[in-house]
């Protein structure tokens, strides 16, 4: 398995895929905390729930959490990985050498998880870099304690269990480009719509919910919590995956 | 397996309890108790073979589809399995039986193109009464929708034979293929390479060889790192993919990215990686496709090599018959997923009969002589008849006996192409 693993994430290294989506979420990080620090009070695009001006630890954990997008990021990458396989048609290899597709599946998700989670520590670390930069641009102090550094290391959590969460997608959906839309459809769409018919179901969605509280945006639940019903849905759509990925003829 | 599953049990129950527990209870260390108690009561329960709903099924799923039978097997090679890949080099039991050694190409042309079966022929005859057939297709079935692509289809392949297996485009030799590596499900009938269905192989990748036209390739991906993956997924070190690359002469593109490569070179990789493990059985499905008439003949001279000098079982498909007539053993020729026929190349030639050929300035009188007996009669010139179904005396008795001229009159062989023809328009007109 370990052996499977290592493939997936060579598989990874060798496509511009991972690259690409990492350089779009740095980006759009950079760019969005950036602006929150440049437009301040001001700003009619600070984020919901940061602090416009930081003064304590829980200001600046706001205002880093906005790496926390990178997770729709990681949600496609992972939609991609068997989808991606099919649409390229190197699927057949891929069990041809692996013919127990669960395992494939498994190792998928595995790999993709750490994968997700590197991506979701080098967008924090642009993060950090805006922020740091700012502060000691601005002549202000940097508040640097455990209410940061746990916000920084729930990031990368959510990223890579988000990754894992794409790959059951993708391998429910074996089309590439359903998939994403599907990824895409069900945080955008589905989850608001949802969150908004029903509020008091909201917090309890693999996103809005779990994913939030895993990044510290869902108090009520928390990020422990959090992650354990994360991954209750990520075993869900994984088994459900499974099944398809297995009765699935390769054409 | 089941502390594997206890294992899962415990982390699943240990997510949901954390989860709960937080949840019910005030004070964060009430969590991970209920955690460990749920995922020690789950671990319990899945062990008793009685999964738990919706998730005991996903959790079975990632231990083994194939059933009791194939989880006896793979617990037998369990000790194989557990190996580190450096040691699966020194494990006798994953060589494969005959090893590629590596000759520069040219010499596959410089060798000459004996038929004779050497060693691995003589060695196939004692194979043969002990082990199951390299490739057995029993009462193959496989229906899509209203669609019957292959329909009952019977045949087997003896160990170090090269064999053709031929049919039109469509007749359902790709999803025979596919089939026979586990990549499509059968309606009914059992396919099965070294005596077992590909999924219950223990070592694939080392045991059968495939290249179908089904697998693709990530446009991005240079070729090198194409078969580093699969040697990297499969145990199998580095150099090896450099002499593949080597083998099938793509070692100046190797470190390009495959989007670019021409169909020919995409053919040759598709080979390096299906001989990567090498195995002793090659699944070939229209490896010439793509092909100009200078990547046939090598590929042509590259499987006689490989068959003839390392004694590979090869089982090579294509719709030209000329591309392989040349070097194959065996035939398994197929329309519209029937068995048309199966046998030795010659065996099949000749049981397609022998025609005579008549030349007589007065043919058309002998065609109508000829009517009313059951031959067939083709007119191919004015003045020559093809006939079969009649001795060649018959013909010579019956001008003689109607006085007809004849300026010739001589048995023919039909080539294995035009036997082809005939066996496949006869199937397609019936």
Redesign the interface.
């Known amino acids: 398995m370990i052996r499977l693993i290592r493939a997936e994430l060579f598989k990874l290294r060798t496509t511009r895929m991972y690259l690409g989506l990492l350089v779009a979420a740095t980006g759009v990080v950079v760019l969005v905390s950036g602006l929150q620090f440049a437009l301040g009070e001001d700003s009619s695009l600070t984020i919901e729930g940061a602090a416009s001006v930081i003064e304590t630890e829980a200001d600046l954990r706001s205002v880093l959490d906005v790496s926390g997008v990178a997770v729709l990021f990681t949600l496609i990458l992972g939609a991609t990985a068997l989808a991606g396989e099919h649409r390229h048609r190197t699927i057949a290899t891929t069990f041809l050498v692996t013919p127990t597709r669960s395992r494939v599946v498994v190792a998928k998700v595995a790999g993709y998880t750490v994968a997700g989670a590197v991506f979701g520590v080098v967008v924090e670390a642009a993060a950090v870099v805006v922020a740091v930069g700012w502060l000691t641009a601005t002549g202000n102090a940097i508040p640097f304690g455990s209410t940061v550094i746990a916000g920084l290391a729930l990031t990368p959590v959510a990223t890579g269990l988000a990754a894992g969460f794409g790959v059951g997608i993708g391998a429910a959906i074996p089309n590439q480009l359903a998939a994403v839309l599907a990824g895409f459809g069900w945080v955008m769409l589905a989850e608001q719509l949802v969150g908004g018919l029903v509020p008091d179901l909201a917090q309890w969605l693999p996103f809005r919910g779990a994913g939030a509280a895993i990044t510290g945006l869902n108090p009520e639940i928390g990020a422990v919590a959090g992650i354990g019903l994360f991954l209750a849905y990520l075993f869900v759509i994984v088994a459900v995956g499974i099944q398809v990925t297995r009765r699935r003829d390769i054409a | 397996m089941k502390g594997a599953r206890t294992g899962v049990g415990i982390v699943?129950g240990?997510?949901?309890?954390?989860?709960f527990g937080?949840?019910l209870f005030d004070g964060?260390w009430i969590?991970p108790m209920v955690?460990v108690a749920a995922g020690l009561i789950i671990g319990a329960i899945t062990d008793l073979g009685r999964p738990a709903g919706?998730?005991g099924?996903?959790?079975r799923?990632?231990?083994?589809?194939d059933g009791g039978e194939a989880i006896v097997r793979s617990r037998s090679r369990s000790k194989r399995d557990g190996r580190a890949?450096l040691d699966d080099q020194h494990d006798p039991l994953r060589q494969p039986r005959t090893k590629v050694s590596m000759p520069h190409p040219a010499q596959w042309h410089s060798r000459p193109a004996e038929r004779e079966r050497t060693v691995s022929a003589t060695a196939s005859t004692s194979i043969l009464e002990t082990e199951p057939p390299a490739v057995e297709v029993e009462h193959l079935t496989k229906r899509y929708g209203a669609t019957l692509a292959v329909d009952d289809l019977s045949f087997s392949i003896p160990h170090g034979t090269i064999a053709g297996f031929l049919g039109p485009n469509g007749a359902g030799k790709t999803t025979t293929f596919?089939m026979l590596?586990?990549?499509?499900?059968p309606t009914s009938g059992t396919a099965h390479v070294l005596g077992e269905p590909?999924?219950s192989?223990s070592d694939?990748?080392h045991s059968v060889g495939?290249m179908?036209e089904?697998?693709?390739?990530?446009?991005?991906?240079?070729a090198r790192?194409h078969l580093?993956?699969?040697a990297?997924?499969?145990?199998i070190p580095g150099e090896r993919v450099n002499e593949m690359l080597d083998l099938v002469e793509l070692e100046e593109a190797a470190d390009r990215a495959v989007g670019g490569f021409s169909s020919g070179m995409r053919q040759r990789l598709g080979l390096a990686?299906a001989l990567l493990g090498d195995p002793g059985l090659l699944l070939l499905d229209e490896p010439a496709n793509g092909l100009d008439p200078k990547g046939i003949r090598w590929l042509r001279g590259f499987l006689r090599w490989l068959a003839h000098e390392n004694g590979k079982t090869v089982f090579v498909s294509s719709h030209v018959l000329a591309e392989v007539a040349q070097m194959v053993d065996e035939v398994v020729i197929i329309n519209r997923g029937r068995l048309i026929t199966q046998g030795p190349t010659d065996t099949v030639v000749a049981h397609m009969g022998r025609t005579v050929m008549v030349r007589s300035p007065d043919a058309a009188h002998v065609a109508k002589l000829l009517e009313g007996q059951e031959v067939t009669v083709t007119q191919p010139d004015d003045d020559r008849l093809v006939v079969s179904g009649i001795e060649i005396e018959e013909v010579g008795r019956l001008a003689a006996a109607n006085n007809v001229v004849l300026y010739e009159l001589r048995e023919q062989g039909l080539s294995l192409e035009e036997t082809f023809l005939a066996l496949t328009e006869q199937e397609g007109e019936s």
């Open positions: 699943f240990a997510a949901l309890g954390l989860l937080q949840l964060w969590g955690g919706a998730l099924v996903g959790l799923a990632t231990t083994r589809p890949p596919r590596v586990g990549l499509a499900a590909y999924s192989l694939p990748i495939a179908l089904v697998s693709g390739h990530h446009p991005a991906r240079t790192n580093l993956l699969l990297r997924t499969a145990g990686a």
